[in-house]
């Protein structure tokens, strides 16, 4: 005969089987919370922003237009006819060299030269006679900003007449001047005196490039400023106004994101990583502007948390 099993046997054993469910129900409870965590740190961590410090410099700069003054001079065509230029736009002719032909219908072809070395363009606007860069301070800027400019370019096949202005010829090797008119509220923001440098940074790639402050003229709603650089700018021979920055400020050091920035007891630092694990760090913040900041305290290379608000002291990042 089979075993007899008992009423108070069986509850016994109903009630350990129902320990052991809720044993084994809590192990995988267990298991999947601790994988959840596991799982949520590796997602936080992976979203962080790490970057590794080099140093640099942030700059707070003014937008401005500037209006540029050349030294540049223009030839008028010896006679009537059609146009075939020969110096392409852009390029240094030498004193005496040809820049064009035109053909005329009675004497055949004439030759065009230039009367000084320099750089041809053959857009013309109006302006050519009133910004004479080296006698900037004899320029009377009311009337040229209140000139409307005629552009015009004489290609090949044109039609010109005797006595027209054919192309200009641009010096190269004379300074750039610039003239920027400034706001009241601007002009605080910029140096007072002449001589002083300020650094301006061009839109289309071109080298930024210190200019001397040489003369700050009242002007309406404000003054102008006339800037100098031993440079020439042959990206921008055609314009005449240019959308530049000025440079009002300059700190350099470390440069971390803004966002890396963490507070801590009335202090400042960023979590760096030391043996794969974060680490606040106290840094000296000599300037920040938009979402760049120069600190010192750094060493060259140094992985911090871009997104400092994210993280925690002592969290483990795979890096």
Request: charged residues 25%; hydrophobic residues 40%.
């Amino acid at each position: 005969m089979g075993e007899v099993v008992t009423l108070p046997q069986a509850k016994r054993e109903k009630k350990e089987r129902k320990k052991m469910q809720m044993a084994v129900a809590a192990a995988v409870l267990v298991f999947f919370l601790l994988a959840g965590v596991q799982v949520y740190r590796i997602w936080r961590t992976s979203n962080l922003n790490i970057v590794r410090v080099s140093e640099g410099q942030v700059e707070e700069s003014l937008p401005v237009k500037a209006l540029i003054l050349r030294d540049e001079m223009v030839v008028t065509a010896p006679v009537a006819g059609e146009i075939e230029p020969v110096v392409p736009a852009g390029e240094r002719v030498r004193k005496g060299g040809v820049v064009a032909r035109i053909k005329t219908p009675g004497t055949g072809t004439v030759n065009v030269y230039a009367p000084e070395a320099g750089v041809v363009s053959y857009t013309l606007d109006g302006w050519e006679n009133l910004l004479p860069a080296p006698q900037f301070d004899k320029i009377d800027v009311n009337k040229v900003l209140n000139r409307e400019r005629n552009v015009t370019r004489v290609e090949k096949g044109k039609v010109v007449q005797k006595g027209q202005t054919i192309f200009r010829l641009v010096n190269n090797l004379e300074r750039s001047y610039l003239y920027v008119p400034l706001k009241k509220e601007e002009t605080v923001r910029l140096p007072k005196e002449a001589g002083a440098l300020v650094k301006v940074k061009f839109k289309d790639g071109t080298p930024d490039y210190y200019f001397r402050v040489e003369k700050i003229v009242p002007a309406e709603g404000g003054s102008g400023m006339f800037l100098s650089s031993n440079i020439f700018i042959p990206a921008h021979l055609d314009q005449r106004w240019l959308s530049v920055r000025l440079v009002t400020s300059s700190c350099r050091g470390m440069i971390v994101p803004a966002t890396a920035l963490v507070e801590k007891n009335g202090k400042t630092g960023v979590y760096v990583l030391f043996k794969q694990r974060t680490r606040w760090h106290q840094v000296e913040v000599v300037g920040k502007v938009g979402d760049k900041a120069a600190v010192r305290g750094l060493e060259e290379g140094t992985p911090v948390v871009g997104n400092g608000q994210a993280v925690r002291e002592g969290e483990v990042v795979n890096f």
